[in-house]
Each structure stands twice: as structure tokens, then as C-alpha cells.
């Protein structure tokens, strides 16, 4: 395995915002677009956002606080970061750096799932673009056949999207990953503000908006509440043990890593916020049921309301632009880790990494197109939990207190250290909680 890299001698953000604006687009994917909408409606509007809002403000305030920490403190990814902790513990690199090895295959099975899922987008935009979506009218037996031949064989939009993917890792971090979220995400959220001021303006949207500001105090007190909220707010922001982490190792010391992973929380919360706002009154408009999340919401309900919308064609091509634009985004933060593994490790180039990394991912995402759903959940459930926790376990648990302080303080823009509630929070209450996430997401079936 391979020693820690001084951060100079890595490729790296170049700047404050666009450190900010990629992890963005990694928190920001199809769990905002998809997931977030359905649980504020099936867990009661305001509900379900008040202890949603609470899990952001604590999972934001300690570990996504701890995975920049980690990875900026190590210079290096999950193997090498975990390496350092257990070497400042015991001497030893060798364990923490064979720990280090889980994140990285959950990032990739990850990211192997992820790269089905944008073949569908990536042909879902294409086909908004030409007026094929608009075609099929308000015809659901239509519109789900179509999904339905989409999910089980879309190999050319599988490789477009492995393809898009590359062309931008291959350009490096600060080239390739930095601009093109620079590019995207501000796109993204202007699209998505004047898709919701739009959808305002239809008779019936008001529903929507009197359901999302709607509460029923009685109900803060269902514990299943307060565990999908948690659930929906520990996936969102990509908590995981190997996407953070990385870029994280990208980052200059002089960065204020509290005052970053704030903004990055804040700017999920608001992108997911506005799915719900265009989401919600517009199945209030084309009165569809909101039942269902996952990909019958966006490629199957959403297709039918929105091609009864007026404008339709316009509303469905700035829609998929934007779930686009999130998917793109998320996607490269997934397959980085593993590339960044490579580079590291073997010292392997960059275009080399990252054709070896993304070519083992269009081919085993062709191959298990017809088993995503349970391929995603099992990952889901159980490596990304297990990831979060064993990152939080090294930090707080491995590395200790004076190492983690160290890590969290240097760069502080303020000179002043962070709060003494990081470290016990961190270790007592957030390291605990990603086994919660681990536990109820197996009894429960998924609950992020």
C-alpha cells in the first residue's frame, strides 16, 4: 500500500466554491429527486422536514465534517487515510489500510449501479429533446412499456454515459471535475428555481404547497419517523467513507472545513427542498398519486404529468436536464475513489485509472441491468452504512481526540477552534448512528 501523498503533489481544487460546488453535486443525485419528494409527502409535509432538517444540521456538523477532515488531515483516500489512523494508534499502517479497501468497493458497486441509472437518464433527455416523450401523451400502459423495455436493455446509453463520465475524470480534478461542477450545478439550480416558479402558476398547485407546509405535531413522536428521516438525510449527503473522503484529500490546507461542510449541507437541503416543490404541485396538478418513489416517480408518473402540462415538451426537457446534470455530477464522485485508488496505489496514470476503473463498471453495469433494484439496495443498506461507520470509527475512535482537532482546526478562517461538542458528538452519537442506519435499513428494507 501506498504512503500518505503530500496534498501538492496531488491534482486538487483550485478553489473554495468549486470544492463546494462538486461535493454538492455528489450529495445532489437521484435520492433529492427520486426519494426526498415521496417521503415528504407519505410522512406528512412538515412532518417529516422538521426532524429531516435536525438530521442534516447534526449529520452536517460532524461527519461530513469528519470525512473532509480525514481525507484533507491524510492526503489520501480511504486506504491511505485509514492507514494513518491506525498507525497513530498502534504503529501499525497495515490494518487500518486493508479497512480502507470496503469504502473503495462500495464506492465502486456503487457507482456501477449509478451508471444504469444514467444510461435511463441520459435516454430520457434524448428523447424530451426530439418529442418522444411528449409522443406517448398520458398513455401510462405506454409510458411504463417504455420504462420497462428501458430497464432491462439500454446498453448504448450505458456506454454514453460511461463515456461522458470519462471525457470529464480523465481531465483530472481540478479540469475535468471542478468545471464541470462549476458548470452544472449552478445550471441545475437555476433550471430547477424556474421549473417551480412555473408549476406555481397551474391551477391545483396550491395543494401541494398547503400539503408540504401542513403539520400534525402528534406524529414527531412515531420513532419510524425519525429513523427515515435520518435515513433520507444520511444518504443524501453521502456519508459513505470513500466520496468525501477523496475529495476531501483534494483540498488545500487553509480551508475551512466546518464553514465548507455547511455550505455543502445547506445547498443539498435547498436542492432537495426544490424536487419537493417542483415534484409535489405538480402531481397535485396532474392529480397522480405520490405513492410511489424510485424510478416509476420520475420515469413513469412524472412522463404522464408533465406531458399533460402546458409547455410539456419545454417542462420535460429542463427537468431531465437537470436530473441529468445531479446524476452526471454524482456519478463521477462515486467512480473517483476507485480511480484515485489506482492512481495511488500503483501508481497508474490518470487516463489509465480511470479507463480501468470505468471500463469494469459499463461492463458490469450491462450485465446486471436486470437485478439494479436489488443490486442497489443491497449496497445501500449495507456497504454505504458500513462504510460511513467505519471512517467515523477510525476519526473518533482510532486516530483520537487531538488528532481529530488538529485536522478539523487547521484552515479555520476565524482562529477559532471548533466547538467541544464536535469530538463526543462524533464519537458518541454520530459513530452510534451509522450503525442505527446499518440495522434498521436490513430490518427495514432501506430507509435512504
Known amino acids: 500500500m501506498a504512503d500518505n501523498h503530500n496534498i501538492k503533489e496531488r491534482d486538487g481544487f483550485t478553489g473554495k466554491w468549486g470544492f463546494i460546488l462538486a461535493c454538492i453535486g455528489s450529495a445532489v443525485g437521484m435520492g433529492n429527486i427520486w426519494r426526498f419528494p415521496i417521503m415528504v409527502s407519505l410522512w406528512g409535509g412538515m412532518d417529516f422536514l422538521i426532524p429531516y432538517f435536525l438530521c442534516v444540521l447534526l449529520i452536517g456538523s460532524t461527519g461530513v465534517v469528519e470525512e473532509f477532515a480525514l481525507g484533507r488531515s491524510t492526503g489520501a483516500g480511504p486506504i491511505g487515510a485509514f492507514g494513518t489512523c491506525t498507525e497513530v494508534k498502534t504503529g501499525n499502517r497495515k490494518t487500518g489500510e486493508m479497512i480502507g479497501i470496503i469504502p473503495i468497493i462500495g464506492s465502486l458497486a456503487l457507482a456501477i449501479g ?135 484529500s483534494y483540498l488545500p490546507k487553509d480551508e475551512d472545513l466546518p464553514r465548507s461542510a455547511f455550505n455543502v449541507a445547506f445547498f443539498d437541503t435547498l436542492a432537495a427542498l426544490l424536487a419537493a416543490f417542483v415534484i409535489i404541485p405538480a402531481m397535485a396538478v396532474g392529480g397522480a398519486p405520490l405513492e410511489e418513489g424510485g424510478p416509476g416517480l420520475m420515469f413513469i408518473w412524472l412522463v404522464n404529468v408533465l406531458n399533460g402540462m402546458p409547455a410539456g415538451k419545454v417542462l420535460g426537457i429542463i427537468f431531465f436536464v437537470c436530473v441529468l446534470f445531479a446524476g452526471v455530477s454524482s456519478i463521477i464522485n462515486l467512480y473517483e475513489a476507485p480511480v484515485a485508488t489506482l492512481q495511488d496505489n500503483l501508481g497508474l496514470n490518470r487516463v489509465m485509472s480511470t479507463g480501468i476503473i470505468l471500463a469494469i463498471g459499463c461492463v458490469v453495469a450491462i450485465l446486471i441491468q436486470k437485478i439494479t433494484g436489488e443490486w442497489m439496495d443491497f449496497v445501500s443498506i449495507y456497504i454505504c452504512p458500513l462504510g460511513s461507520f467505519l471512517a467515523g470509527t477510525m476519526f473518533f475512535w482510532v486516530a483520537g481526540r487531538d488528532f481529530v482537532e488538529a485536522a478539523v482546526n487547521q484552515g479555520r478562517k476565524d482562529g477559532k477552534p471548533i466547538g467541544s461538542y464536535f469530538f463526543p458528538v462524533g464519537k458518541y452519537v454520530y459513530v452510534p448512528l451509522c450503525i442505527v442506519a446499518l440495522v434498521a435499513g436490513a430490518i427495514l428494507g432501506g430507509i435512504g
Open 114 to 248: 449509478y451508471t444504469v441509472v444514467m444510461g435511463w437518464i441520459f435516454k430520457y433527455t434524448k428523447m424530451s429533446f426530439s418529442g418522444e416523450l411528449m409522443a406517448m401523451g398520458q398513455d401510462m400502459d405506454v409510458i411504463g412499456g417504455t420504462f420497462g423495455a428501458t430497464a432491462t436493455s439500454n446498453v448504448v446509453w450505458i456506454i454514453v454515459a460511461v463515456v461522458v463520465s470519462f471525457i470529464i475524470m480523465s481531465m483530472g480534478v481540478s479540469k475535468g471535475i471542478e468545471k464541470a461542477n462549476k458548470i452544472m450545478m449552478p445550471i441545475l439550480f437555476f433550471l430547477f428555481v424556474g421549473l417551480a416558479i412555473y408549476i406555481a402558476t397551474l391551477p391545483g398547485a396550491q395543494n401541494g404547497y398547503k400539503y408540504i407546509f401542513s403539520l400534525d405535531a402528534s406524529r414527531l413522536s412515531d420513532p419510524m419517523l425519525w429513523i427515515f428521516a435520518f435515513g433520507q438525510a444520511f444518504f443524501s449527503l453521502s456519508v459513505a467513507g470513500h466520496g468525501s473522503v477523496i475529495y476531501g
